[in-house]
C-alpha cells in the first residue's frame, strides 16, 4: 500500500471513482454524495477514455491496497505462459491474496486491517502461521485463526456486520466452534466484489509494459 492509499481519506476515493469499492472498509461512500468531491463535483464532467481506463486502474489499487509496481508483477504472472484472458487470470490471483480471503471471508472487516491481522501473527493457512498477506493460496488451502484471533477486535467487529456475502469461491465451515475457511475453487473476474469494466482495463495495459 503507497503513502498516498494510506492517507487519502477512503470516502473522498470512492466518490472520485464513482464506485464502493468494499476492501477499503466504508460503506456508503455515495449514499449521501453520490459525485466526486470538490466545488464543482456535483456537475456532471466529461472524461477522456485514457481517464476511463485509468480509473479502472485505480479501483484495483485502492480496493486490494496495491502499489503499482505489484500490480504490474500481478500482471505479468497473468500472461505468463498464455496471454488470452489474463485479466481473468489476474482477478484470480487476486482474489487468492491471503490478506483479500481473510477479508471476503468475513474474518476482517478490511483488507489493510486483514493485512495487519497476518503481520501480527493471528493467521493460519493449513494450521501454520503465514505473515505475509500477499501470499496467494490455491483451492484445498484452509485460513483459520490463532485462539487470539478470533477474539480479536477485527474478527468480532466483522462478524457482527459483515461487509459482504461469503463468495461462491469459498467455504465456511465450523470445528470446535471456530470457523475455518477453504479456498474451492479459482475464482475469476465475477468474483471481484464492484462493478469494474475488464475491457478498460486491458486497454490501459496494452499501450503499457507491464
Not at 485502492?62 to 505462459?81: A, M, N, P, T, V
Request: glycine share 8%; net charge positive.
Amino acid at each position: 500500500m503507497s503513502k498516498a492509499q494510506r492517507i487519502r481519506p477512503k470516502f473522498k476515493t470512492q466518490r472520485r471513482l464513482g464506485c464502493e469499492l468494499p476492501g477499503l472498509g466504508k460503506p456508503g461512500a455515495l449514499d449521501r454524495k453520490p459525485y466526486p468531491p470538490g466545488e464543482h463535483g456535483s456537475k456532471r464532467r466529461k472524461y477522456s477514455n485514457f481517464c476511463l481506463q485509468l480509473e479502472e486502474k485505480q479501483k484495483i489499487l485502492f480496493h486490494y491496497g496495491l502499489r503499482e509496481k505489484q500490480l504490474r508483477r500481478f500482471i505479468r504472472d497473468s500472461k505468463s505462459g498464455s496471454s488470452a484472458n489474463w485479466v481473468n487470470k489476474l482477478a484470480g490471483l487476486l482474489e487468492r491474496r491471503l490478506d483479500n480471503l481473510l477479508f471476503r471471508m468475513n474474518f476482517a472487516p478490511s483488507i489493510r486491517s486483514a493485512r495487519q491481522m497476518i503481520s501480527h501473527g493471528f493467521v493460519l493457512v493449513n494450521g501454520k502461521k503465514v505473515t505475509i498477506g500477499s501470499a496467494v493460496l490455491k483451492p484445498g488451502d484452509t485460513v483459520s485463526l490463532a485462539p487470539k484471533g478470533y477474539e480479536h477486535q477485527c474478527y468480532m467487529q466483522s462478524q457482527e456486520s459483515p461487509r459482504l456475502e461469503i463468495p461462491d469461491y469459498v467455504t465456511i465451515e465450523t470445528e470446535d466452534s471456530k470457523r475455518i475457511g477453504k479456498v474451492i475453487t479459482n475464482p475469476g473476474l465475477d468474483a471481484i466484489p464492484f462493478a469494474f469494466s475488464s475491457g478498460l482495463f486491458t486497454e490501459y495495459y496494452s499501450l503499457r509494459k507491464a
